[in-house]
């Protein structure tokens, strides 16, 4: 395992110490607190600092690994006020039993820090602009308007997509890519549908509503953040926050971390297109999906990596 290859070189405590704490044991910075309600790396438990070594990525900026702390440290239930486990509110006193997941705990964390970035949104009006526009057989101008906005969109949330993709350890394109295919299109109507489906009774069929940019169903969510069911707060506190970009980006890349494992290895073409079409599901309409998904690479590869992008 590399893991365990490159402990033989790492950094003993003593020094560790002589260094001030300014380096983890694999040699690399010591990440910083991003706020007071980050635990400090030396004071979390092994796992979250394993974990975190385990994750580091040299190409991601300052901030980024900062956050990615934050999250990793959030994953373990690594909080200032019980570094042996507990919820930040629980204040003083011993600690007491986290209600949320550790993956909830560890979106909620990323949504929390990455809430400044603000990429442009696909509104009701657009999506009814871009329907009128392929309704009246005029495709050119409805793909140059969706077209316009991915980019745009893309562009906006590059740092986010990078942050989850590296987290989950997928490649940052292949995340981007589900991105490209999902953003713009037909009206976010997502609430209103799961609340009328709710209001008819409608529960199985509530329950596969998609949420937020990259189109993530509710049922879906819950598998990902590790629920069977949920009472109707936590209900409402997941879909808010698969509706954020950076969260609906997170879980996305959990989703597509998850369908990785089931046949890992490396992330050739081949597995690379059988992730993207398992992302939208089974069937003829998925393979297009993942067709579609291969043909915009070089695209997306390019917003990602490359100087420009088209306005």
Known sequence: MQVEWEKKFWLGDDEIERLGYEFMYNGRPTPKRVDEEVIDFWDASWAAQLDFMEKYDPSLSDKSLEI????????????????????????????????????????????????????????????????????????????????????????????????????????????????????????????????????????????????????????????????????????????????NPAGNLFLAAKYLSNLHAKEGGAWTDVEVRRVATAYNGSGSDAQRYGSRFMNSVPIVKHLMYGSTVSV
């Open 68 to 243: 990615m702390w934050a999250v990793t440290a959030a994953y373990h239930n690594q909080y200032p006020t019980h570094p042996d486990g507990c919820y930040i509110t629980c204040a003083e006193g011993p600690p007491v039993k986290e209600p949320r997941s550790a993956a909830q705990r560890a979106a909620e964390e990323f949504a929390r820090h990455w809430a400044k970035v603000k990429g442009p949104e696909w509104t009701n009006a657009d999506g009814a602009k871009y329907a009128y526009y392929v309704w009246t057989k005029q495709k050119d101008r409805a793909l140059k308007m969706v077209t316009k906005f991915k980019e745009k969109w893309i562009a906006a949330y590059k740092d986010v997509i990078s942050a989850a993709a590296t987290f989950w350890s997928v490649p940052d394109w292949v995340l981007a890519g589900i991105a490209y295919q999902e953003v713009g299109g037909s009206p976010p109507l997502d609430r209103a549908a799961f609340v009328a489906r709710l209001s008819s009774g409608q529960i199985e069929k509530a329950r596969l509503t998609s949420f937020g940019p990259l189109s993530i169903q509710y049922r879906l969510a819950l598998d990902l953040l590790g629920y069977k069911s949920v009472n109707e707060t936590l209900a409402w506190e997941i879909i808010d926050l698969v509706e």
